[in-house]
């Protein structure tokens, strides 16, 4: 409709060149930019409708028109009311059309944009706030899309919205890839831009998934399933940008979902094991602790590592069932070994999700109290970003734990945002540095400056310092010179299930050796 206006409107720009004229053309094309962005209310300037009376009458009779099929529109479902967009039903069957309209050969594109942090304003700003979010979001993207078209011409795209903060376009006719992700990349820059409502300024950010058709799919299902799992993938990888879909993609994706439900039932089927990876003194060589750390004997993989599902674990919240089998574990373990008079500290891994239950210490103590293992044989540790963001009361929680006799560690330290006036404190034992700090050391100046530096702040708050992956005698020489009280690392031991930990610390003084 808006090029029948343009055209309209260069008809008459050419019969009346007058300077008139001329103003009341300007207003009239404001008007049809703001019919472009959704505004088909606001009544035609007087101006228009002085110089140009016919035109007016005749633009306000169109608007009406439109609005009245707007308005049946919306009284047949066809519309989300809040942005006025078409809705999921209605982007399904015209994107169904143009897909079949389209000639032989044709590359289509479907775009898949769901919001990042949109929850966040919901929760903390109020339904009706989040719905003017919404629309103004619609109209950010009403804009690139027609600023595309503008730049390239071709058929108008469609642009949805499906529900919630999940939005499709779908374009009839791009050239090659590269149009599609150009303007993936565009709308991703644009919602990143702040949104101002009623004072606030919001940061969202968008996950754009971008599929095309033949190359990922030729029915308009199968596109917006394939877009899907594009987005899915940027968003994983931190939002706020586009991803384009693949194979590999979609393998990827299949894996989390057999993953996610095989994850439910591996707990009872006892798939799961504990690796033990020691821990020595870097001054005596000493065996003074291990780390146990999860392994999946996958009936159909064999032995899965857990970075190929303790995020997913994190995500559907099954991590906290696994937590308690991992603490179980290691209670019947040290209560064993402390029979047998090995009385050595055994570390666990605690997700943040486990903090969030509000029984996790009650059943830390529980456990450990039934297995009859005195707390002193046992170390947590949380990761620096957990450590950093839980509540006081938490916090109060891990220090009187600390106060009976559990050891404390951060995990990964340098990889999140530490507060170091937190961090000083913070009920705390021990700092594991994490490997992306230590990996350069022997060849770089500036990572053992950086390096000695954390390890002196760590030693100066009264923690020790674990090195965690040190993989050569070079590296462990440089950190016991620098100071570093401990190391872990397959240059000395790699993680062992029970049997073998247990052969393998009966040669503690051969590693000592090793060691010192
Ligand atoms: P993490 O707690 O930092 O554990 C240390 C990781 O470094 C282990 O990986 C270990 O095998 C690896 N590592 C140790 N020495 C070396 C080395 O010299 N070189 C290299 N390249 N790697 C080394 P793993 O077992 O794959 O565990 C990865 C992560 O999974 C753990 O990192 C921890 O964050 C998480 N995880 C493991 N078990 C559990 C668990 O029971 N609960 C939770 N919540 N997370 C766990
Ligand atoms: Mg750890
Ligand atoms: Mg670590």
Redesign the pocket.
């Given at each position: 409709m808006a090029g029948l206006f343009c055209l309209l409107v260069a008809y008459i720009a050419s019969e009346r060149p007058n300077s008139e004229g001329a103003r009341a053309l300007s207003a009239l094309g404001d008007r049809l930019l703001a019919v472009e962005q959704g505004d088909l209310t606001s009544p035609t300037p007087a101006v228009v409708r002085e110089k140009l009376p016919k035109l007016a009458t005749a633009v306000d009779t169109l608007f009406a028109e439109v609005r009245a099929s707007i308005e049946n529109a919306h009284a047949l479902g066809m519309y989300d009311p809040v942005t006025s967009l078409p809705n999921r039903l209605n982007f399904r069957a015209e994107a169904d059309k143009l897909l079949a309209g389209r000639s032989d050969g044709q590359m289509a594109a479907m775009l898949f944009v769901d919001l990042d942090r949109f929850k966040n304003v919901n929760d903390s700003l109020g339904h009706a706030r989040g719905d003017q979010l919404l629309v103004m979001v619609a109209n950010r993207l009403r804009v690139v899309v027609t600023a595309e078209i503008d730049d390239r011409g071709g058929p108008r795209p469609l642009l949805a919205r499906l529900a919630g903060d999940e939005f499709t376009i779908f374009f009839p006719e791009v050239a090659a890839q590269a149009d599609a992700e150009r303007v993936a990349r565009r709308i991703a820059l644009a919602i990143s831009e702040p949104f101002e409502l009623h004072g606030h300024s919001i940061d969202i950010g968008a996950s754009v998934g971008v599929a095309l058709c033949p190359d990922h799919g030729v029915a308009i299902e199968s596109l917006m399933r394939a877009a899907d799992i594009a987005m899915y993938q940027a968003k994983s990888s931190g939002g706020g940008r586009y991803c384009l879909f693949s194979e590999a993609l979609a393998s990827e994706h299949q894996r989390k979902i057999d993953t996610e439900a095989a994850l439910g039932e591996a707990v009872q089927r006892g798939e799961f094991l504990?690796?033990l990876?020691p821990q020595l003194s870097l001054t005596t060589g000493e065996i003074v602790a291990a780390?146990?750390?999860?392994?999946w004997n996958h009936p159909n993989e064999g032995m899965r590592?857990?970075?190929s599902f303790?995020p997913i674990?994190?995500q559907t919240g099954i991590?906290t069932e696994?937590?308690d089998w991992?603490m179980s574990e290691v209670a019947a373990m040290l209560s064993v070994w402390q029979r047998d008079g090995v009385t050595r500290r055994l570390a666990?891994?605690?997700?943040p999700?486990?903090l969030d239950r509000s029984d996790f210490f009650v059943r830390l103590r529980t456990t450990f109290e039934q297995a009859g293992v005195p707390l002193s044989l046992v170390e947590v540790?949380f990761?620096e970003t957990a450590a950093m963001h839980c509540s006081p009361e938490v916090l109060e929680e891990i220090a009187s734990l600390r106060r009976d006799g559990v050891s404390v560690a951060i995990?990964?330290f340098g990889t999140g945002y530490s507060n170091i006036a937190r961090l000083r404190s913070m009920p705390l034992d021990r700092v594991?540095l994490?490997?992306s700090l230590i990996a350069d050391i022997e060849s770089s100046e500036k990572a053992r400056v950086v390096v000695q530096a954390v390890v002196q702040l760590v030693k100066g708050i009264g923690a020790e310092v674990v090195a965690?992956?040190?993989?050569t005698v070079a590296q462990a020489d440089i950190l016991r010179t620098m100071g570093c009280d401990t190391v872990?690392?397959?240059?000395f031991a790699?993680?062992m299930f029970e049997d073998e930990y247990l052969s393998w610390t009966r040669n503690s003084d051969r590693h000592a050796r090793d060691v010192a």
């Open positions: 504990l690796a990876q780390e146990a750390l999860l392994r590592q857990p970075s303790i674990a994190e991590i696994l937590g991992v666990f891994n605690v997700s999700r486990q540790e990761t995990d990964d594991k994490d490997p965690e992956a040190v993989e872990q690392g397959f240059v790699q993680p």
